[in-house]
């Protein structure tokens, strides 16, 4: 069964470098997400992404956050310079293109932390 | 702020019986709904999904929605030590800006109940 992968699993950083997170989507799939979780908190939406633009982005996703699709198969997250509180497990997710499916799955997620 | 409201738990059932798990959320414009399983240190993990009214079953699964109370529910017959985990309820936010459900609208999550099962 096709599923989305993520790497790194795990991230470890200093406070103020950038970050590059990997996502691969689910081949046919052609509508891309970010979400964080903070331990102990609830999933939070980062970003949607779509024909290669963004399509919506949450108050967290800030002029330190980018997303690229830089090829037919990676979809990244970057984080320009990243914070303490940046610490987080975040999670890419892809949906298909169908007429009445928007399901959204998710990959196993990158654990961020910040030091 | 839109919200999805969950209760945290954790709920106890024994292992065989049927666990109900229950969520509402308060924006009336919401027309898709998810329920994620999470194991502790894991993925959130598709189980369900319900766009209409009324019931739909999938396995030991059944998502029941009721638009008008803004409530919808996961039930999880014969329950096993294996569904131990933390149920996440999930609502698409509709964007006002654009007529009806959008292909990628972002999904807002519940904090999740836990759920144990107790062997």
């Known amino acids: 069964e096709p599923e989305v992968t993520q790497t790194p699993s795990h991230q470890v950083t200093q406070m103020g470098q950038e970050v590059i997170l990997r996502c691969v989507p689910i081949?046919?799939?052609?509508?891309f997400y970010w979400y964080r979780q903070i331990l102990g908190q609830k999933v939070e939406f980062l970003v949607s992404?779509?024909?290669?633009?963004?399509?919506?982005k949450s108050e967290i996703f800030d002029d330190q956050f980018s997303v690229e699709r830089p090829d037919g198969s990676n979809f990244t997250l970057k984080i320009r310079s990243t914070k303490l509180e940046d610490s987080a497990m975040y999670f890419c997710a892809s949906s298909e293109v169908g007429q009445t499916t928007y399901e959204q799955y998710f990959g196993p997620g990158t654990r961020l932390t910040v030091t | 702020q839109k919200e999805v409201e969950q209760n945290s738990g954790p709920l106890s059932v024994p292992e065989g019986a049927i666990a109900s798990l229950n969520c509402t959320y308060s924006d009336r414009g919401s027309q898709s709904f998810f329920w994620y399983r999470q194991y502790s240190g894991k993925s959130p993990e598709l189980i369900m999904f319900i766009y209409s009214n009324g019931d739909k079953e999938d396995g030991r699964f059944t998502a029941q929605l009721n638009k008008a109370s803004q409530y919808v529910s996961l039930l999880i017959r014969d329950s096993q030590p294996s569904d131990s985990a933390t149920y996440l309820c999930?609502?698409?936010?509709?964007?006002?800006?654009?007529?009806?459900?959008?292909?990628?609208?972002?999904?807002?999550f519940g904090k999740g109940t836990r759920l144990h099962i107790l062997p």
């Open positions: 081949s046919n799939h052609l509508y």
């Open positions: 999930a609502v698409n936010e509709e964007r006002p800006q654009l007529l009806g459900m959008n292909r990628d609208d972002k999904i807002i």
């Open positions: 992404f779509y024909n290669n633009e963004i399509s919506e």
